[in-house]
């Protein structure tokens, strides 16, 4: 099964100095019908104004991966943690029994464009923790590049999730086919460009959500920044 939902058709959000997308129900949006996709809670596509940013505040028992498209965000935390996230990087904060952080834009020009997701833990009272590896453009060209996972295992990051993320770039004659597990969910979001994604032809901001498929099939990308999820039912 294949649900399609367009960019357009997801909450907005402008504060300003914040513009935010919410493909799921997030603070003052709600629609009961999309409260999640399995463990994935949140994805908040957030476009930061320079010199602004969220300032401090707490997390608990939750898997946050930050990925940036454009700019950098700076980050600190309550366990002295300091570290700016630039395209290419892929950060995991395991928020477990309990943290607080902020997140800046500190460019004097030039806005933050960056992906901020939610992932539900296999358990909660998890010690607070982080990671952040980069991948280069040329590891993501032209294939799906597994950037976080259960296990590490490729050199992903860890989360401590029933999911796993990978990432890719593709223009022209780029394909690739990933094998799915009919009985898990998989979430594809188009972060930059169009590709079509098992015959659905996606648009910058829109997702796919299959269901008891046994493949996903990805070409005629343009200018495309995929990002697919593998997610326990």
Same mark, same amino acid.
């Given at each position: 099964?294949?649900?399609? =939902? =367009?960019?357009?058709?997801?909450? /907005? *959000?402008?504060?300003?100095?914040?513009?935010?997308?919410?493909?799921?129900? !997030?603070? #003052?949006? /709600? #629609?009961?019908? !999309?409260? &999640? %996709?399995?463990?994935? $809670?949140?994805?908040?596509?957030?476009?930061?104004?320079?010199?602004?940013? %969220?300032?401090?505040?707490?997390? =608990?028992?939750?898997?946050?991966?930050? /990925?940036?498209?454009? @700019?950098?965000?700076?980050?600190?935390?309550?366990?002295?943690?300091?570290?700016?996230? $630039?395209? @290419?990087?892929?950060? $995991?904060?395991? *928020? @477990?029994?309990?943290?607080?952080?902020?997140?800046?834009?500190?460019?004097?020009?030039?806005?933050?464009?960056?992906?901020?997701?939610?992932?539900?833990?296999?358990?909660?009272?998890?010690?607070?923790? /982080?990671?952040?590896?980069?991948?280069?453009?040329?590891?993501?060209?032209? $294939?799906?590049?597994?950037?976080?996972?259960?296990?590490?295992?490729?050199?992903?990051?860890?989360?401590?999730?029933?999911?796993?993320?990978?990432?890719?770039?593709?223009?022209g004659d780029e394909q690739a086919e990933m094998a799915l597990n009919p009985a898990r969910k998989a979430y594809v979001h188009m972060a930059r460009g169009q590709a079509v994604v098992n015959?659905?032809?996606?648009?910058?901001? #829109?997702?796919?959500?299959?269901?008891?498929?046994?493949?996903? =099939?990805? *070409?005629? &990308?343009?200018? *495309?920044?995929?990002?697919? %999820? #593998?997610?326990?039912?």
């Amino acid at each position: 099964m294949q649900t399609l =939902r =367009r960019s357009q058709d997801r909450g /907005y *959000a402008d504060h300003d100095w914040l513009q935010s997308f919410h493909s799921f129900s !997030f603070a #003052d949006y /709600y #629609d009961p019908a !999309f409260m &999640g %996709f399995g463990p994935l $809670r949140v994805i908040n596509e957030d476009r930061v104004a320079p010199g602004r940013g %969220f300032g401090t505040h707490g997390h =608990r028992d939750m898997e946050i991966v930050s /990925y940036v498209l454009e @700019g950098s965000l700076g980050h600190k935390d309550s366990l002295g943690h300091g570290a700016s996230i $630039r395209p @290419g990087d892929v950060q $995991r904060m395991s *928020a @477990g029994t309990g943290i607080r952080h902020s997140e800046f834009n500190h460019e004097l020009s030039g806005q933050t464009h960056f992906l901020q997701i939610w992932i539900e833990p296999l358990q909660s009272g998890l010690t607070p923790g /982080y990671e952040q590896k980069n991948f280069s453009a040329e590891d993501k060209r032209g $294939r799906l590049r597994l950037v976080a996972s259960p296990d590490g295992r490729d050199g992903s990051v860890t989360i401590h999730a029933d999911a796993s993320l990978s990432v890719g770039l593709f223009d022209g004659d780029e394909q690739a086919e990933m094998a799915l597990n009919p009985a898990r969910k998989a979430y594809v979001h188009m972060a930059r460009g169009q590709a079509v994604v098992n015959g659905q032809a996606l648009m910058v901001g #829109d997702a796919l959500m299959l269901e008891g498929e046994s493949s996903l =099939r990805l *070409a005629q &990308g343009q200018g *495309a920044e995929v990002l697919v %999820f #593998d997610l326990a039912p």
